[in-house]
Every structure is written in C-alpha cells, then in structure tokens.
C-alpha cells in the first residue's frame, strides 16, 4: 500500500513494520505492532489489501524523502518518524480526514491504527462528508448503534442504489430517486402532476425505506400501501440494476376490495374520481393501467439512468421535462443534445410509445421560419411548410445514400479521383449544415408570438404566447401495443429555457413541455459514451 511506508515509519535504517510482521507470522512470529488482517467492513467501514510492489514503492519514495523542516521538529529534537507518534487526538483528525474507503486498510496497519479507527468522531464525519447525514448521530448513543455501524452496514452497503432509476413495469416505466434522508435511505417514486398542469411542481411518494433499528443490519420496510412501513427485501441483482420484494403483500390490501383500491389509487394518479371522466376512451386507459401496474404488488427491477451531459453549444439545458400526451395523462421525457440532433427519451410511457422509446427528435440544422400571427392560425399554411422541410429532407437523404453506394464502387476500384469532388460536396454540406446551426442559436435569444393553428388540440391552453425559435422534428406515433410505429413531421417550438413544445402535424395534436425543477444527486453520467448505452439499452427494453 502506498500510504503503509508512512504509517510504520520506514527509514533507511529501518523495514516496514507491516511487511515485516508478515514474514513473522510466517515463521510463526509477532509483535505489537502486528498487522490486523481482520477487513470486515463493520469493523473498519470496509476492505482493502497492499501488494508488495506498493510496499516497495513505498520504501523507495520514504528513503529519498527531504530532511524535516525546522518547525516539524519535536520536543527531543528530532521529526517524528512515524503517525504511531503522534498524539491520538490528531490521528483521529487526520483519519477523519481520510475517504471511508481507505479506512479499512489503515486498519490493517497495526492495533494501534485499528483502535483509534473505532472512535465514533471520525465515522460521524465520514457519513457528513461523504452522505450529506446532516442529522444529530450523537442521538444515535441511545439506542446503541455507533456511527460506524451506520456508515458500515446502511450507508456504504447500500451505495450502489443511490441516485436515478427505472422500474421495469411494462410500457408505463417510471422514475425512482433514491437519496440519503436523514438516518434512512428511501427509494422515492416520482409521479408527473396531475393532467393537464404541467407547471405544477412534481408529486412524489416512497416505495421502500432502509435504515439501522440496531447493530446486526439495516432493516428493509416496503412503503407501498396505506398501512404503514412493513416488511421488504432489496437485492442487488448486478451492476445498475437492483429489485424489490414485498414479503407483506396484504398491507396493500384495503378493506373495501379491488373497487376501493381502484378509487384511492384514481384519487392519487389523476386526481379526480371516475364519474369526473367523461371521455370513454381515457377511462379504458385508466383503468387498464390500474390493472397492469397494481399487480406488481412493489415487486419491481430497477434499471440505472443518467441525466443528460450538458454542452455549452446546447440550445437549453438537458434535462427531465413533464410533457402533456392527450388521454394517457402527464408524462416524464428526458431531453438531451446529440451534436445537431435533439432527443427527447420517454422515461414514463403508455401501451402505444412505452417508456425508453425517443417520443421526438429534432434537427437542430432546420429552423423553421413561421409565418405572420395570422397566417399562422391557418393550419394548412404550417402543414405546407413543414412538408417542403420534409420533402427536402427526403431528397437529401436519398443523395447521401446515393453517394455511399458510389463511394463503395470508388473503393472498389483502389483510388479514384471521381470520388474527390464528391467529399468535397459532403464537406460543403456539413458546413452549411453548421453554418445554419449557428444562425438558428443565434436567433433563439429573439422572441416572436405564437398561436396554435386552428384545428391543433391541446390539453392545456394555457401555453405561452410567444416563443423564441422552432425547428422541424418528428414525432413517433404507434397503434396500441407499439403495432406499426412510424415517425411523422412536426414543429419543435422553444419558448424559454424551460418550456418546449411540439405540434404533431398528423394528429392535430399539440404537446407542452415543462422542465422537472429537482436537485437529483447521484445522477451523473460517468461519461458520454455511458449515457448514449444507458439510452440505448433502454430503447431496447422497451421494444
């Protein structure tokens, strides 16, 4: 271990103590000083071992150290040689001072080490720092698990699930934060508000709560229902991915039966009872989802997911949005920026686009120029603007496909200079291409009015007035059950930085979107490349 040389206090005269009193144990010897190969995490908060090449490294680094400074100097008359010198009260700042994670291997080092590592102090720090436990953890005296305990046994065994996920509950999915709060972990499932108030904040609800009742583990309380925290299970299956059991399940049962339960969980969803909805077809929808997702009883499989990285050329801030989707209510789509592309992924979904399917996309390269207020009120006028993108789009697309088949024959036939001008084309487009791009985000810091068509249905009329920019997209419709999806042109509106629309030219329907004010913590892509799979792998789930 790097830091071991440090530790014991190695010199030029002198051998590591912990290397030493490794090849003493093997003669059948030991020390004081012995090291403590114990590296149960509740004794030290976690595991860890050094190689003997760290060791030797070490050696080498400690050996050709500078001489002390004068001030290091102590009160005989020299530096101290090693941290077993120093006063405990400062090794417990130092070791305080330490990640939780290296703790274990300072606790290998030797008994001194590993007996001030069990003051509470530096674990009651470590859970602050590195949890954000703001909590009073002295109160914890009382019932007699330790700050060790809590950082060992709930908060570093349970790390994993921490931050953004999915629920696997067929087409409808979900979005589950699981935070530190307080002394517990809960798994908060957040709900869109309810239709059509997308500017409403989020609702939200807890699934599953873990916390520390007493020394042995942390205790698993399923929340579902309305009979309070009873007995669950949580098992990490593998990497970004993890599930939840109720062991309990007749908690979620209610007294008056299935059309009780049908009640509150209308109550809870959408906010109205059944005799307040007229439309036939939304009943269906309702009820259908009632059915599908209440079977589940909380038994669910969550998949990790990552908010989008952010550039400085992006139009907005990516991000989570609410967007309204006719009958089947509010919806959670996450926005994120592709270089000339925007995506929107649905996180939640309905039987006819479920959830990981990209609901839109939008070619940041088009802007569109709409016309005048009242010509603008003339849904055939729009129509005919967006199928000319269209049809431009088509044609280009047949052109590029046309110059791959003869780039291929090109090089076949080794290098031919025919092939030249055509890259020349290609680079001339991508340039213009761009060229566009840049006037388009340049334009976007203008306002304009805007008026929906007459003929475009929106569920919430209360949309902005004017906006800043719009762009030709498509939009992806489906049967129900997914059956025959096609993707059909549309018109992107950008209002402000946190209100989006899209009018869906075939539907005659128009969506308002509404950005998720919320702080997630944990939610971080490790990079792009993660993103872009984490996206891809849940399309493919989903189809």
Same mark, same amino acid.
């Given at each position: 271990?790097?830091?071991?040389?440090?530790?014991?206090?190695?010199?030029?005269?002198?051998? @590591?103590?912990?290397?030493?009193?490794?090849?003493?144990?093997?003669? /059948?010897?030991?020390?004081?000083?012995?090291?403590?190969?114990?590296?149960?995490?509740?004794?030290?908060?976690?595991? /860890?071992?050094?190689?003997?090449?760290?060791?030797?490294?070490?050696?080498?680094? &400690?050996?050709?150290?500078?001489?002390?400074?004068?001030?290091?100097?102590?009160?005989? /008359?020299?530096?101290?040689?090693?941290?077993?010198?120093?006063?405990?009260?400062?090794?417990?700042?130092?070791? /305080?001072?330490?990640?939780?994670?290296?703790?274990?291997?300072?606790?290998?080092? @030797?008994?001194?080490?590993?007996?001030?590592?069990?003051?509470?102090?530096?674990?009651?720090?470590?859970?602050?720092?590195?949890?954000?436990?703001?909590?009073?953890?002295?109160?914890? &005296?009382?019932?007699?698990?330790?700050?060790?305990?809590?950082?060992?046994?709930?908060?570093?065994?349970?790390?994993?699930?921490?931050?953004?996920?999915?629920?696997?509950?067929?087409?409808?999915?979900?979005?589950?934060?699981?935070?530190?709060?307080?002394?517990?972990?809960?798994?908060?499932?957040?709900?869109?508000?309810?239709?059509?108030?997308?500017?409403?904040?989020?609702?939200?609800?807890?699934?599953?709560?873990?916390?520390?009742?007493?020394?042995?583990?942390?205790?698993?309380?399923?929340?579902?229902?309305?009979?309070?925290?009873?007995?669950?299970?949580?098992?990490?299956?593998?990497?970004?991915?993890?599930?939840?059991?109720?062991?309990?399940?007749?908690?979620?049962?209610?007294?008056?039966?299935?059309?009780?339960?049908?009640?509150?969980?209308?109550?809870?969803?959408?906010?109205?009872?059944?005799?307040?909805?007229?439309? &036939?077809?939304?009943?269906?929808?309702?009820?259908?989802?009632?059915?599908?997702?209440?079977?589940?009883?909380?038994?669910?499989?969550?998949?990790?997911?990552?908010?989008?990285?952010?550039?400085?050329?992006?139009?907005?801030?990516?991000?989570?949005?609410?967007?309204?989707?006719?009958?089947?209510?509010?919806?959670?789509?996450?926005?994120?920026?592709?270089?000339?592309?925007?995506?929107?992924?649905?996180?939640?979904?309905?039987?006819?686009?479920?959830?990981?399917?990209?609901?839109?996309?939008?070619?940041?390269?088009?802007?569109?120029?709409?016309?005048?207020?009242?010509?603008?009120?003339?849904?055939?006028?729009?129509?005919?603007?967006?199928?000319?993108?269209?049809?431009?789009?088509?044609? +280009?697309?047949?052109?590029?496909?046309?110059?791959?088949?003869?780039?291929?024959?090109?090089?076949?036939?080794?290098?031919?200079?025919?092939?030249?001008?055509?890259?020349?084309?290609?680079?001339?487009?991508?340039?213009?291409?761009?060229?566009?791009?840049?006037?388009?985000?340049?334009?976007?810091?203008?306002?304009?009015?805007?008026?929906?068509?007459?003929?475009?249905?929106?569920?919430?009329?209360?949309?902005?007035?004017?906006?800043?920019?719009?762009? $030709?997209?498509?939009?992806?419709?489906?049967?129900?059950?997914?059956?025959?999806?096609?993707?059909?042109?549309?018109?992107?509106?950008?209002?402000?930085?946190?209100?989006?629309?899209?009018?869906?030219? +075939?539907?005659?329907?128009?969506?308002? $979107?509404?950005?998720?004010?919320?702080?997630?913590?944990?939610? +971080?892509?490790?990079?792009?490349?993660?993103?872009?799979?984490?996206?891809?792998?849940?399309?493919?789930?989903?189809?």
């Amino acid at each position: 271990m790097a830091v071991c040389a440090r530790l014991c206090g190695v010199g030029p005269a002198r051998g @590591c103590r912990r290397r030493g009193a490794a090849r003493e144990q093997r003669r /059948g010897g030991g020390g004081d000083s012995e090291p403590d190969t114990d590296t149960d995490p509740e004794e030290a908060g976690g595991g /860890g071992g050094a190689s003997v090449e760290d060791d030797e490294l070490t050696e080498r680094i &400690e050996c050709a150290r500078p001489a002390p400074h004068p001030a290091e100097v102590g009160p005989n /008359g020299r530096a101290p040689m090693s941290l077993l010198e120093l006063p405990p009260e400062l090794l417990v700042q130092i070791f /305080g001072s330490l990640p939780g994670t290296d703790l274990p291997s300072l606790a290998r080092v @030797c008994t001194t080490f590993r007996r001030i590592l069990r003051t509470d102090t530096i674990w009651r720090r470590r859970c602050r720092e590195e949890y954000g436990v703001c909590e009073n953890l002295r109160k914890l &005296e009382i019932t007699g698990v330790s700050c060790r305990d809590v950082y060992a046994k709930l908060l570093h065994r349970y790390r994993h699930i921490l931050g953004l996920w999915q629920p696997d509950i067929g087409p409808y999915g979900g979005l589950l934060n699981v935070v530190v709060d307080g002394l517990f972990i809960i798994g908060w499932m957040y709900l869109p508000p309810h239709d059509p108030h997308v500017d409403d904040p989020m609702r939200f609800k807890p699934l599953f709560r873990i916390h520390l009742m007493e020394r042995k583990s942390a205790t698993v309380e399923c929340m579902y229902g309305h009979k309070g925290p009873h007995n669950g299970h949580i098992q990490i299956v593998k990497k970004d991915e993890f599930s939840t059991k109720c062991n309990q399940t007749d908690h979620h049962r209610m007294s008056g039966g299935r059309q009780e339960e049908f009640r509150t969980w209308l109550r809870e969803e959408w906010g109205r009872t059944l005799e307040d909805i007229f439309h &036939e077809h939304m009943q269906e929808l309702i009820l259908m989802k009632f059915i599908y997702t209440s079977q589940y009883d909380n038994c669910l499989t969550y998949r990790r997911i990552y908010l989008p990285p952010s550039s400085p050329d992006d139009l907005i801030k990516p991000g989570l949005f609410k967007g309204t989707y006719g009958s089947h209510g509010l919806e959670i789509v996450m926005l994120s920026f592709h270089g000339r592309k925007a995506k929107g992924t649905k996180i939640t979904g309905d039987p006819n686009i479920p959830a990981g399917q990209q609901t839109v996309e939008i070619d940041l390269a088009r802007p569109l120029q709409l016309p005048d207020i009242e010509n603008l009120r003339d849904f055939s006028e729009l129509s005919r603007i967006v199928l000319e993108v269209q049809e431009q789009v088509r044609r +280009e697309e047949q052109e590029e496909e046309q110059c791959r088949e003869d780039e291929d024959r090109f090089q076949q036939a080794a290098s031919s200079p025919a092939a030249q001008p055509r890259g020349g084309e290609g680079a001339e487009k991508e340039e213009s291409s761009a060229g566009a791009e840049q006037t388009a985000q340049d334009k976007a810091t203008a306002s304009q009015p805007f008026v929906l068509p007459m003929g475009v249905i929106s569920r919430n009329e209360d949309y902005p007035r004017t906006c800043r920019i719009c762009f $030709y997209g498509t939009g992806l419709i489906a049967g129900h059950g997914f059956t025959s999806p096609e993707r059909t042109p549309g018109v992107f509106v950008l209002f402000d930085d946190d209100r989006f629309g899209f009018i869906w030219l +075939e539907l005659k329907s128009f969506s308002l $979107y509404s950005r998720i004010k919320v702080s997630f913590q944990n939610a +971080e892509a490790p990079s792009r490349e993660a993103f872009d799979e984490m996206l891809k792998n849940i399309q493919s789930l989903a189809t």
